[in-house]
């Protein structure tokens, strides 16, 4: 069959045709084309003529004539045969098409398939005028075109196809420009008509309604703001930036809803988080409303826990009862109460929640990804704290030595070969551990579970093999295990089975008093909120054993191992035992009452009749709440509007998953989603700096923030201390003079944010004149703010920040799209203290051992670093994770990396006096000391640190 494949002008003239005359085909194509617009029923070429009919088509060539009716089954087409061309009916031949060019032939296929869809341009013209229509009567009316207006007035399949079609069969050049301007719009040209209605509406609103908007809440609204207010789709995402007034818009939204006559007072409900939110919400609502003369009668702000228990009890005629427990906000002392009886029950459950807490808790599932948290000061070398007092040099060997001290097994780290086999190539060996009772070394191998160490460790395989090879020579007692034989195997078990095959004796004492004073294992009750944490969202996905099993199987299969199933031999007894405890209280969990009150709105058993739903604070929900929310919207000419900001979800512990939010359309449906990008609490240098931190993680939405206060400088800074208590005392006696509020005479708010809830010792007990000092969590700053703030405890660590705690790999399991990228919960919490303050923060970290999150913004230009003692803090070149610090070797003193032996950079250490010289180590009448290589020129010496032995 042929095709048309050559194209015409869409404008065509007289002039047009009788100026191509000459190009034979391409005169003859636009005479077509002429034709058209002029009658759209015949055209004729020497070789034949065609008649266009409603239901038939009409082709005559010399004396034979060929009509063909639009319900026929068989299709027409044009074949070239024996030198001519011929029409075919199916595969008929029944015309002999004489004299007709290759041009001809063409143009003929092209009015046929025109022909086939003329029924199809009919009825998109006629569509298109309706489609065109109706936005102008919502224009006029001022009302917002939303998403269910646009599917209602979509296109038929056919109409949608039209364009494709025809540009496929070479004829959408016989499309008059009405019938290609319809075929055009129902591809995807409405939604163009749709936006731009709805954006001359949003200019009308803003200008007709500007007192609305300037009075609505006790200042006006932004543009950001009024624009989110008049956006009144059925699905509505607002992302609010922190200090962006959220709670303004959601206020003015329901009352701009009344005012226009959009939805009654009685349809509209607010869902928060928490009773003091809902609260405030209905407070504002009553009082703003009133002030504006807006009818609040009826409109309702609740917490999704009463909202939960109402949908239940209307339902089913009766209203569960949440556990007292869970009332009196006692959920983890219920955990620890099941946990104590457990334990007295088992002596298996009692070691494994041990084991589990007081070593595996701080083991990363990742043999790279880890940060020391000891330092010591005596060789100015960094590693990991452990039980005994023994700084080691990986997680992996804290994991063995605290096993080693909490069986009451003596050991010595690192102690020097018996045999001296020092040479060219390697120092004197010194092997990982040593059981002087037994006579044993022991070798701790890094290695992953792929069987290679980390790719950073170049030359370790070459140095276990030496290793191995002068245990065989010289006959020495040797024990081996792997990093992937004790996290994921078990690793720990064969080896007190060796140890006790070869003498030693092992006394398991969790209650073993700890040698390091710093070391901080994980206490029970933090546990117990791990647990709990979990709890809440394998109960909000309505999980059992089974589908967790499932998961281990399949997607988790790489966190399968012996850490996660100690996890799991934990947790499944405390969950069952909750479980029986409901039942005999008659009570229900928040969990369970989410899900039973989504589970009735789904299944349509409630029928409630709220036509607008907002929601506060988004990014905290849960599974359970996205299915009540869908519930509620369930239906059409339903609205919800979506509060919150996926940069602030910190509450992950009850339940939240951010996947909710970053995955809104899946769970809701199409709709806009909006920015409220300026904040009216930070000033811009501390936008930029909290904008570009959080924005590392790309899994998050990528949102611009912009300060109202643009010129306004508001430094963060780092300052290196050893001493917290004393660098907050100086820091508030610093604020009580040099703030700007102060000197013109008003008083300064300090809060000091802390990551855990004991950091609220370091507050001094005096405090200046005219200083408001204040310390929080961060977890109960949200939503809060102050003229100053401190964060203290900027380290590594169990309880570090980030913290290892809150951040266990096995929550991954219990939530259905883990995040991957790493520490990211903790990363929008040192967000939020971020943004708490107005015109500065002041970050407190040790030098030694900074967080990885104090590393990540000294090398930003808008954070200023101030160093221990005067002495200068950089991050390392090399690995970019780590600080230097200044150390002491054998050949004098040097810089090396902070995150040593991970990263193995050094430098050379210049005197500071002369700048030019090296500190190498000398020996002077008094023993060791380190000195200016520049000397006797340049006399500059510091003390010499001994290794410690």
């Not at 409900?269 to 609040?296: D, M, T, V």
């Not at 009451?408 to 040593?434: I, K």
């Not at 929900?621 to 910190?650: M, P, Y």
Request: contains cysteine.
């Amino acid at each position: 069959m042929l095709m048309c494949a050559a194209r015409c002008p869409n404008t065509v003239t007289p002039e047009t045709v009788q100026s191509l005359r000459r190009s034979n085909f391409a005169a003859e194509r636009v005479l077509i084309r002429y034709k058209l617009e002029v009658d759209k029923r015949e055209w004729s070429c020497s070789a034949f003529r065609v008649e266009v009919g409603s239901d038939d088509l009409t082709i005559t060539a010399s004396t034979e004539t060929w009509s063909h009716s639009r319900g026929e089954q068989l299709p027409l087409g044009v074949r070239r045969r024996f030198w001519r061309y011929r029409l075919l009916h199916g595969v008929a031949e029944v015309l002999t098409l004489r004299g007709c060019t290759k041009a001809d032939a063409f143009e003929l296929a092209a009015w046929i398939h025109y022909w086939e869809i003329l029924p199809q341009i009919e009825e998109t013209l006629q569509w298109a005028t309706r489609a065109r229509e109706f936005p102008r009567k919502r224009l006029d009316a001022r009302r917002w075109i939303t998403l269910e207006d646009v599917d209602a007035i979509q296109p038929e399949r056919k109409s949608r196809e039209l364009l494709e079609r025809s540009r496929e069969s070479n004829c959408v050049h016989l499309f008059s420009p009405e019938e290609l301007s319809a075929a055009e719009l129902a591809v995807g040209g409405l939604s163009v008509i749709v936006n731009e209605s709805n954006e001359q509406i949003t200019s009308f609103e803003l200008q007709e309604r500007k007192s609305f908007f300037d009075s609505i809440e006790r200042t006006p609204l932004s543009e950001e703001q009024a624009r989110a207010v008049i956006c009144f789709d059925n699905r509505v995402q607002i992302l609010a930036a922190a200090g962006s007034g959220k709670t303004s818009t959601m206020v003015a939204k329901a009352a701009y809803a009344v005012a226009r006559g959009l939805v009654s007072p009685d349809r509209i409900l607010l869902l928060a988080f928490n009773k003091a939110a809902a609260a405030e919400l209905q407070e504002r609502i009553e009082a703003r409303f009133a002030a504006a003369g807006i009818p609040s009668e009826g409109v309702r702000a609740a917490t999704f826990h009463s909202f939960g228990l109402e949908v239940i009890g209307r339902a089913t005629e009766r209203k569960p009862r949440l556990a007292r427990w869970l009332e009196q906000d006692q959920e983890k002392d219920m955990v620890m109460k099941i946990v104590d009886e457990l334990r007295d029950q088992s002596p298996t459950f009692r070691y494994d929640w041990d084991l589990y807490r007081l070593l595996f808790a701080s083991a990363s599932t990742s043999l790279d990804n880890t940060q020391p948290d000891g330092y010591d000061s005596a060789t100015g070398t960094t590693g990991y704290r452990s039980a005994s007092g023994v700084l080691v040099r990986s997680e992996g060997e804290r994991l063995i030595a605290d096993f080693l001290f909490f069986n009451g097994v003596e050991f010595e780290y690192e102690r020097p070969y018996v045999h001296d086999v020092a040479d060219a190539t390697h120092s004197q060996y010194q092997p990982d551990f040593y059981y002087p009772g037994i006579d044993t070394w022991h070798e701790h191998w890094a290695i992953g579970r792929d069987g290679n160490p980390p790719k950073e460790f170049v030359g370790y395989r070459a140095g276990m093999l030496w290793k191995k090879e002068l245990h065989r020579r010289y006959g020495t007692s040797l024990i081996e295990t792997t990093w992937t034989d004790v996290v994921f195997k078990d690793g720990l078990q064969r080896l007190s089975d060796e140890l006790t095959r070869r003498g030693e004796t092992l006394d398991w004492n969790p209650d073993r008093p700890l040698k390091d004073s710093w070391y901080r294992t994980l206490k029970h009750e933090d546990l117990a909120r791990l647990v709990r944490t979990f709890m809440c969202h394998v109960k909000s996905n309505s999980w059992s054993s089974t589908d967790v099993e499932q998961r281990l199987a399949s997607e988790l299969s790489s966190a399968d191992g012996y850490r996660t199933r100690l996890f799991l031999s934990l947790y499944w007894p405390i969950h069952e035992e909750w479980e029986r405890r409901l039942a005999e209280d008659g009570s229900v969990d928040f969990e369970d009452m989410l899900v039973r009150a989504g589970e009735l709105l789904e299944s349509g058993a409630l029928e409630l009749s709220y036509d607008l739903i907002l929601v506060d604070e988004f990014q905290d929900s849960s599974q359970a709440r996205a299915r009540l929310v869908r519930g509620l919207v369930k239906g059409t000419g339903r609205h919800l509007v979506v509060v919150g900001d996926d940069w602030q979800s910190i509450n992950r512990f009850a339940g939240a998953d951010l996947s909710v939010m970053t995955r809104f359309e899946d769970w809701f449906g199409r709709g806009p989603q909006l920015a409220l990008s300026t904040t009216f609490r930070c000033a811009q240098p501390i936008c930029d700096v909290a904008r570009s931190f959080i924005t590392k993680n790309t899994q998050q939405f990528d949102k611009p923030m912009r300060s109202s206060r643009p010129d306004a400088q508001a430094p963060i800074t780092v300052i290196f201390s050893d001493d917290e208590r004393s660098s907050i005392s100086g820091l508030v006696a610093r604020l009580s003079h040099e703030a700007p509020n102060v000197t013109q005479g008003e008083s300064v708010s300090v809060d000091v944010l802390g990551r855990y809830g004991f950091q609220r010792d370091l507050i001094p007990r005096s405090v200046p004149d005219g200083v408001n000092l204040t310390f929080r969590t961060i977890h109960s700053s949200k939503g809060l703010e102050a003229d100053y703030v401190i964060i203290p405890g900027m380290t590594t660590g169990t309880y570090g920040f980030p913290s290892n705690v809150v951040d266990d790999p096995v929550l991954e399991l219990a939530m259905p799209r883990p995040e991957t990228f790493p520490h990211a919960e903790e990363r929008r919490l040192f967000y939020v203290a971020l943004t708490r303050s107005r015109h500065g923060v002041y970050l407190l970290a040790p030098a030694n051992l900074p967080s990885p999150f104090v590393v990540e913004l000294m090398t930003d230009p808008n954070v200023n670093v101030e160093g221990n003692d005067g002495q200068p803090v950089s991050v390392c070149p090399k690995c970019r994770q780590g600080t230097l610090a200044k150390r002491v070797g054998p050949y004098g003193a040097f810089w090396g990396c902070s995150r040593f032996p991970i990263c193995d950079y050094k430098k050379n250490a210049k005197c500071p006096d002369c700048g030019t010289g090296k500190l190498v180590t000398r020996k002077g009448r008094y023993g060791q000391f380190i000195g200016c290589s520049n000397y006797p020129e340049c006399r500059h010496t510091e003390e010499a640190r001994r290794p410690r032995t």
